[in-house]
């Protein structure tokens, strides 16, 4: 049942998404009657489907890749339906949905099962810093969109051709305000997150935990945004700089994830 969930929340996220790829065509009016409800009960379906997952199968089995990847997706949704609430505009949902579908769908795909080969899940330190690192992912995630916005809107600006899309965003200043708040917001989260999984690393691995692959280009991810809070706090960056940078690092980010398809370190469960 919880794979029947998830795959209902994924038909409904798919369609928020074509409801944004016909907001980019200026043809979305129509289709946001449909899309806002529909996306709200792909929500309630998706958290359904993974206390469902916990209950049949215990909390250790949403640390595998599959279902923090879905897990991600739902917090990405649920601050998309925040962003909507306080700014009443649907527009960044063409940036925010490709991902929260494309995460949902890769997890819709199959039954996901683990098998523990190490102790160290039953000690809470796993699924804590797992839990932390998907809350730091989704509002690094909502701060590169914020940048990615900016630029947008500030080319436009500077051209003088602004368009029905991008009239209904909010001001320049306020999506780089909501940018630089979902850093401050994730940046402790992503921190709290690495230390804890390095507690367990070290113990089960011992220093050579700092050699995967995994673990470096989170290292530099976190290298990269501490650089992005420590400008905008000494040399006031802000705008267009800052929105360079954070998306160098949402693209580190990406790499960081995806690295754990390759990372030895990440084998201490087997799906």
Avoid at 12 to 24: Q, T
Avoid at 69 to 82: G, Q, V, Y
Avoid at 219 to 242: D, P, V
Wanted: glycine content about 8%; proline content about 3%; overall charge positive.
């Amino acid at each position: 049942m919880p794979l029947l969930w998830l795959r209902v929340a994924t038909v409904l996220y798919g369609v928020g998404l074509i409801h944004a790829i016909l907001m980019l065509r200026q043809k979305g009016e129509r289709s946001g009657r449909i899309a806002a409800p529909a996306v709200g009960l792909g929500m309630v379906f998706h958290f359904v489907s993974l206390v469902e997952v916990a209950g049949l199968h215990g909390y250790a089995e949403l640390v595998s890749i599959r279902h923090a990847e879905s897990a991600l997706a739902l917090f990405i949704a649920l601050i998309f339906t925040a962003m909507y609430l306080r700014y009443k505009t649907a527009s960044p949902a063409a940036l925010i949905f490709p991902l929260i579908f494309i995460l949902t769908f890769a997890s819709a795909l199959s039954e996901h099962h683990l098998t523990i080969t190490s102790s160290s899940i039953f000690g809470g330190w796993i699924f804590f810093h797992v839990c932390t690192l998907i809350f730091g992912y989704a509002m690094l995630f909502l701060s590169f969109v914020s940048s990615l916005l900016y630029l947008v809107l500030s080319r436009q600006l500077k051209l003088k051709q602004a368009s029905p899309w991008a009239s209904r965003m909010p001001a320049l200043q306020e999506i780089d305000e909501l940018g630089y708040k979902a850093l401050l917001l994730g940046f402790p989260f992503m921190t709290i997150g690495l230390l804890a999984g390095s507690v367990v690393a070290e113990e089960r691995f011992g220093a050579t935990f700092v050699t995967d692959p995994k673990v470096l280009l989170s290292l530099l991810m976190w290298a990269i945004y501490l650089t992005l809070l420590y400008t905008r706090w000494s040399a006031g960056w802000r705008g267009r700089k800052a929105a360079y940078l954070a998306s160098v690092g949402f693209i580190v980010s990406v790499c960081a994830w995806g690295a754990n398809y390759m990372s030895k370190l990440h084998r201490f469960i087997a799906p």
